[in-house]
């Protein structure tokens, strides 16, 4: 864990799973570009994007199978963004992030 970070979970009490994290951290930009490489070698598709290097995957949880999980991370100069989701639909948060860090 990086010495700067900031950790946000939102999950609803009544839900099981239903719930969203994201954690931002600062890194040395070669370990983040190498841990989205390992990424893409764990089935992730990645991609560039947001002027960074995005990688993403979705599919059944492992729990509940019939619950969406989605799983992004995303790396850009110092900075490496990690979105969790299961059950809780966004509309490019990940974008919303970028904007709101890089302007």
């Known amino acids: ?39 893409g070698e764990d089935g ?16 059944p949880n492992e729990r509940y199978p019939s619950a969406e999980e989605a799983t992004t991370r995303f790396a850009r100069d110092r900075v490496v963004i990690s979105v969790d989701q299961v059950n809780f639909a966004t509309d490019d948060l990940l974008g919303d992030i970028v904007d709101r860090i890089w302007g």
């Open 44 to 59: 992730y598709s990645c991609t560039d994007i947001h002027g960074g290097r995005r990688c993403h995957r979705t599919g």
């Open 1 to 39: 864990m990086s010495a700067t970070s900031l950790d946000c979970l939102w999950h609803d009490p009544r839900a099981d799973i239903t719930h969203i994290r994201v954690l931002m951290a600062e890194v040395d930009p070669a370990v983040g570009a190498a841990y989205l490489v390992g990424l």
